[in-house]
């Protein structure tokens, strides 16, 4: 039978000028995805920020299959992180974080 | 291999001569092919310094000129001058009047609608124009990421109604970044998940960042090149006219 929700596991790099850590990182994503979707689309997301190197400045987050392009619209929308400017660009999106990490990372 | 472009960038975004590279380094992983550059005074030898520069990183650059006229006067006779310089023209429509004068015009581009307010001015009449005169709608990145809240809100949905007249009508819809500093640019499939927002079709969404804009910059690269005489009709050889215009004169 097919599961009805499958993750997607987005790998991405950020542009900036300064170093960004994990947790900073996480605290700005989530904020932009609760006032971009509110609460209840923020739900639907299953969000989570699984990694992220401080070194290659990538990192990899999950979402559901049906929540890639909100997703992405959220880090389009992520301007600073902790008050530095940032890019963050979408490398790529697989089906499993071993092929994500293989394939992107 | 499909080509990403990003038909407006601010000539700002390289502020000093020493960030070029690194500059140019960011938008050639971003995955662009090419950009235009929007142009300000004094900006042309710098310009070609970027130009060249550019190569080295497989990037096409243009220029661009944003037109912000105060009456439709003015933007006829700043179209006069510069149309012949610049491959992409686009107005800003600040003004009902400035934009459907500028929808009329086959010499504009793109219009642009830099506020919420602006977009009011883009009705199904000024929509019938633009279709005529086969100008596109711009929709710049950087205008929603410079609001917040209730006004971000409201600039969607307007967005999204001028996204849908444009589909109704046949009118091409660009999405760009409009960035003024490097750290408004995002990469084309960034630039694509704001189309998804305005709820345009998905098979067209990825046609905005890189179809649509390279076809104008082509026609333009054409309409701007010496053998141009009308649509559709060029000069194949010049020194075959050179010896038909010298036959002419001999009889």
Redesign the interface.
Known sequence: MVKEERNRYIVFKIYSNSDVSKEDLAKDIWRTLLAMYGEYGASKTNFWLIEYDKNTKKGIIRCTHMTVNMMRTVLAFTTKIAETPVIIKTLGISGTIKAAKEKFY | MKKYVDMHVSSSIFHSENQIDKILH?IS???YAIICISFNKGFNNFFEKIKRKSEDFGLEVYRRMDLLPKNVQELKAKLRQIRRKFEIISVRCIDKKICVAAARDRRVDTLNFPTLESLKNFTESTANLAAEGDTAIEIC?KT??NV??IRRARLITESRKAAKIALKKGIKIVIDSGAE???????P??????G??LDLPEEYIDLTVSEIPFNIIKTNLSKLSASFVLPGVEIVDVEEKNWSKKRETDT
């Open positions: 960011i992983e971003l995955g990145l929603f990421l917040r809240g500093n490097i750290f408004e640019m995002r990469g499939q960034e630039l694509c998940s704001l998804y927002l």
